[in-house]
């Protein structure tokens, strides 16, 4: 399956390339999805993929109810990909490069923290795909919303290697709207 796309664009960092780019995104993460489904379906999980599938599962009850999160998962050389055009999209070569550059001052812009709901949770062998919504407020009073599809390969329960896929327009603007506290 191929995916052929065209949009004008006017400047390289206009709007409407970040929301097509945005949109493209989505919609990649989507088709996958689907088509995951759709050939996973008929067949029976084996022990890794319920395994692995359980065990973000329940990274993300934690981070729901506050007691922990998926990033408790991280492999200490894990390789996180923002996927896309945001602010912080690029390759994190490490889980504390990705906590100190993108987590940690994710979180020191929320007021009240972001709360994920899973719409749904795949396994396929090492691969977990949580397709899921998260919001929270910003220390502006204002609530952060988003939409996220994360690819995670495991490794002996630790999550190796990531895709992040999101809506890059709601947190650009977040993260440009918000200062961190200190």
């Not at 097509?20 to 999980?45: K, S, T, V, Y």
């Not at 390759?91 to 994710?106: D, G, K, N």
């Amino acid at each position: 399956m191929s995916i052929t796309a065209s949009a004008t664009v006017h400047s390289p960092g206009s709007l409407a390339r970040r929301i097509f780019n945005a949109a493209l995104g989505i919609a990649a993460a989507i088709l996958a999805l689907g088509g995951l489904e759709a050939r996973a379906a008929p067949q029976a999980q084996t022990e890794t993929e319920r395994r692995n599938k359980a065990t973000v599962e329940a990274g993300f009850d934690a981070w729901a109810t506050g007691t922990g999160s998926p990033y408790d998962l991280l492999a200490d050389d894990v390789r996180w990909t923002i996927e896309g055009y945001s602010l912080a999209s690029k390759t994190y070569p490490s889980r504390e490069a990705f906590l100190r550059e993108v987590i940690r001052p994710f979180n020191a812009r929320m007021k009240a923290p972001l709360k994920p709901v899973i719409r749904n949770v795949y396994a396929d062998g090492d691969t977990v795909i949580v397709f899921f919504d998260a919001r929270g407020i910003a220390r502006d009073g204002k609530p952060y919303v988003n939409t996220y599809a994360w690819f995670l390969d495991m490794r002996d329960d630790r999550i190796v290697r990531a895709s992040a896929f999101f809506d890059s327009v709601a947190f650009n603007d977040f993260w440009t709207r918000v200062t961190p506290s200190e």
